[in-house]
T-cell receptor, first 113, second 113 residues
Framework: DTAVSQTPKYLVTQMGNDKSIKCEQN?????MYWYKQDSKKFLKIMFS???????INETVPNRFSPKSPDKAHLNLHINSLELGDSAVYFC????????????FGEGSRLTVL | AQKVTQAQTEISVVEKEDVTLDCVYE???????LFWYKQPPSGELVFLIR??????QNEISGRYSWNFQKSTSSFNFTITASQVVDSAVYFC??????????FGKGTRLSVIA
């Protein structure tokens, strides 16, 4: 059983489209995250939710909207996709916001044409 | 600004050799956490260690060990008797609070049989 699973793993789409990436964790963790890894391998946090509440919101365009329907799920919706949004998006979870030990999914590679 | 330098972009060793991955950081904070994560070819990041800035004891976990030197702002990682399965990109995250906010480009380690 995959602990943190993301779908889809690969996503190719046109500029201007709207797309979503889903994330689910079965670890019983309270905290979930979205990170973005660019083509140079820099990985940066985007959002973090603790018990469905937003606790970290880095400087991310408004076109990115996370949604946490329950603490096991954190989805990422992106509106009006741009070329620069092409990246690998990683979902992660941790037991709480203070543990520092994050469990990552395998990533979702988004390519915007 | 919080910053980390992993000077080695790529390292290649023969199996059973010991290898040290360097990490030098910058911070003005007196209290912070440092992290090491591993990204194997499968893509997901795997937590290795979190170190509190107050704890300067070296840490050993099996073949892995970490040398934290606050005086030189370094947090180096050594793999003893390397194995092919150790091949991965290793990230040292810049000093942060409980959650790593960003990771650098990492060091790509290739262990050759």
């Amino acid at each position: 059983d995959t602990a943190v699973s993301q779908t889809p793993k690969y996503l190719v789409t046109q500029m201007g489209n709207d797309k979503s990436i889903k994330c689910e964790q079965n670890l019983g963790h309270d905290t979930m995250y979205w990170y973005k890894q660019d083509s140079k391998k820099f990985l940066k946090i985007m959002f973090s939710y603790n018990n469905k509440e937003l606790i970290i919101n880095e400087t991310v365009p408004n076109r990115f909207s996370p949604k946490s329907p329950d603490k096991a799920h954190l989805n990422l919706h992106i509106n009006s996709l741009e070329l620069g949004d092409s990246a690998v998006y990683f979902c992660a979870s941790s037991q709480g916001p203070d543990t520092g030990e994050l469990f990552f999914g395998e990533g979702s590679r988004l390519t915007v044409l | 600004a919080q910053k980390v330098t992993q000077a080695q972009t790529e390292i290649s060793v023969v199996e059973k050799e010991d290898v040290t991955l360097d990490c030098v950081y910058e911070t003005r904070d007196t209290t912070y956490y440092l992290f090491w994560y591993k990204q194997p070819p499968s893509g997901e990041l795997v937590f290795l260690i979190r170190r509190n800035s107050f704890d300067e004891q070296n840490e050993i976990s099996g073949r892995y060990s970490w040398n934290f030197q606050k005086s030189t702002s370094s947090f180096n990682f050594t793999i003893t008797a390397s194995q092919v399965v150790d091949s991965a990109v290793y990230f040292c995250a810049p000093p942060s609070g409980n959650t790593p906010l960003v990771f650098g480009k990492g060091t790509r380690l290739s262990v050759i049989a």
